[in-house]
């Protein structure tokens, strides 16, 4: 059982600054690869970047050079700083926890409850 509670979201202007934190509670991250998602109003979820239990990241196209996703694995906690801000970045932005599980054979996933982000002047 995994517990993935996010924060730091609010409203910020164009241009502007955000760092995201998600602590992870129930498990350590282990092998788990660790993700960012994010869902704007009418449109389906999105991967926004993850990060794998060795450190090795991925992004979206649209966010590379902008954002950046890191750990601290003492801490359980992942982060997404954000930067340059567009308001197409305006979303719930989601953490993710996934990891295989062999004997089932299938990836156990969790979800945090969201937190909003909203870019506008």
């Known amino acids: 059982q995994v517990q993935l509670v996010e924060s730091g979201g609010g409203l910020v202007q164009p241009g502007g600054s955000l760092r995201l934190s998600c602590a992870a509670s129930g498990s350590t991250f282990g092998t788990a690869t660790m993700a960012w998602y994010r869902q704007a109003p009418g449109k389906q979820r999105e991967l926004v970047a993850h990060?794998?239990?060795?450190?090795?990241?991925n992004y979206a196209d649209s966010m590379k050079g902008r954002f950046t996703i890191s750990k601290d694995n003492a801490k359980n906690t992942v982060y997404l700083q954000m930067n340059s801000l567009k308001p197409e970045d305006t979303a719930v932005y989601y953490c993710n926890y996934n990891q295989y599980n062999p004997i089932s054979r299938r990836y156990e996933s969790y979800w945090g409850q969201g937190t909003q982000v909203t870019v506008s002047s």
């Open positions: 990060i794998t239990s060795g450190g090795s990241t």
